[in-house]
């Protein structure tokens, strides 16, 4: 093979190798950048990303049984910053309202209140579509005592889709596969931890 095209098959290779490992993808990417939902101190010493979907088993494992005792060991005692966002996968769009229909409880005050009462409800509104998965989703809002009215009326008005999208596009980019995937303190863990993990690796990076 003559040198010049052996030149340009080295340089090719290299180039896709520099693809693959610098690219874009996840480049500089910041998964708590414009997040949209938090709990805790905002100046608290770590920073934990959520990218959950409302029709995950672990995920609702984790939002159910662990999330708590995180929020009361460690974000109401200000050592956490806990951040939210969503990952519907494609085809979910019911798991993109659920996400929109969290967005309209937040601008009461509720997001996490409502946020757990979806993983709980999950297996009564992950079949439904249309108007019945909208009126699931504000008698919800009316079992946690919102302005059902106001609540409708944002739910309606699809102006939370493009946030929900947004954190999709998100996790897309940053190359996410599963849910739920956590970034701790800027470390990536995907699948559900039992109580005692997360204990150990925000204790570790508490002490840094």
Known sequence: MPRAIVAVVLLLALLGLGWIFFGPKGKNLDPAQGARFALGREDAPIVVVDFS????????QHALNVLPRLKAEYVDTGKVRYLFRDFPFPGQDQVI???EAAACAH????????????????????????Q?????????AG??????????SCLASGRMRQGV??????????????????????EKRTG?????????????????
Not at 132 to 140: E, F, N, Q
Not at 144 to 149: P, S, V
Request: net charge negative; glycine share 10%; proline share 2%.
């Open 132 to 140: 019945a998965l909208d009126r699931y989703l504000v008698d919800l």
């Open 165 to 186: 999208l947004a954190d999709q596009q998100l996790a897309q980019d940053l190359g996410l596969t599963g849910t739920p995937t956590f970034f701790i303190a800027g």
């Open 97 to 99: 309202r659920a996400g």
């Open 107 to 130: 601008e009461q005050g509720r997001y996490y209140e409502y946020h757990e009462v979806l993983f709980r409800a999950a297996q009564a509104w992950g079949n439904l579509r249309g």
């Open 192 to 208: 559900f931890m039992p109580y005692e993990e997360w204990k150990a690796l925000l204790d570790k990076a508490l002490a840094k």
């Open 143 to 152: 079992q946690l005592g919102l302005d059902t009215g106001a609540f409708q």
């Open 53 to 60: 979907n409302y029709l995950c088993g672990f995920c609702q």
